[in-house]
């Protein structure tokens, strides 16, 4: 006899209703939805799935006073199993040396026109990031560059800054690189991400090194593959390992924020290069 799995719709829910409490756990680094990990291979019992930054026995949690993580929870009438799993997140950035009006033998962080996602781009008092791919107002159809709030706004941005590409890492000349404005931008529970107007250069829709554009959002589902193309990792692909994360990171000048999230691990069949994503 087998037992029924609970639906994704009623753990999405427990994770959206409760995950948040699970953060301040002081062990746990997140929380989300995937399959159980036993023996060091996935099984497909899907589960709730914390994170922790290290693993340790029941024995030693209660020596230091920690709780110990519950071995199941009951979520629509019916009692999901756990698992916890060694992780820890951080937003990344890699700090390249400036140019110093020198352009750059890199495409991707030298000005481009049109310019596409793919391609270097920031605030123009931050560093250097990736343009993710164009976006439309639902009210005005206006396009928009797509990109992480740490990208586009930053702890010292502000609505209304100029954005530069390629960003101010990649080509310090920035006053003649402005190609529109930040328009809007959001951290926290519903994502890390910011929207640019695109008013000094056309644009192109197709990713840069993929040549297909974003038309359609899609709810990632486990075991996806994706592929990204990024100004510093360039064409990797991957594999979603959780749905419905929710992990706490600290932004450099805003402190901590609970950011819902998927997880994305290597695809064994398309290692990236140095283990990036």
Request: some cysteine; charged content about 25%.
């Amino acid at each position: 006899m087998t037992t029924k799995q609970p639906s994704m719709e009623s753990l999405k829910q427990f994770i959206r209703r409760s995950g948040t409490s699970y953060l301040r756990h002081p062990s746990v680094t997140s929380i989300g939805i995937g399959y159980k990990i036993k023996g060091g291979k996935k099984k497909r019992d899907l589960c709730v799935q914390f994170t922790v930054g290290k693993k340790a026995v029941p024995q030693a949690l209660e020596a230091i006073g920690v709780p110990k993580l519950p071995e199941a929870i009951r979520i629509g009438g019916r009692m999901v199993p756990t698992d916890v799993i060694e992780r820890n997140y951080d937003h990344h950035f890699k700090l390249i040396k400036n140019l110093a009006h020198a352009q750059s033998l890199d495409e991707r962080k030298s000005v481009v026109d049109p310019i596409r996602p793919g391609v270097s781009i920031n605030n123009i008092v931050g560093t250097a990031g990736t343009a993710g791919c164009v976006v439309y107002d639902a009210a005005t159809g206006a396009p928009y560059l797509l990109s992480n709030w740490h990208v586009l706004n930053g702890h010292s941005g502000k609505v209304g800054d100029p954005i530069v590409q390629p960003g101010p890492y990649d080509d310090d000349r920035v006053q003649r690189n402005v190609v529109g404005k930040l328009v809007r931008s959001y951290v926290g529970i519903a994502g890390d991400g910011a929207i640019a107007s695109i008013d000094g250069r056309r644009l192109e829709t197709k990713i840069y090194k993929l040549d297909v554009a974003v038309n359609q959002i899609g709810e990632p589902e486990l075991n996806d593959v994706v592929v990204k193309s990024g100004r510093t990792t360039e064409v990797t692909y991957g594999k979603v390992n959780r749905v419905h994360v929710i992990t706490s990171i600290d932004y450099d000048g805003i402190g901590s924020r609970d950011i819902g999230c998927f997880e994305i691990g290597p695809d064994e069949n398309r290692p990236a290069r140095n283990h990036q994503i």
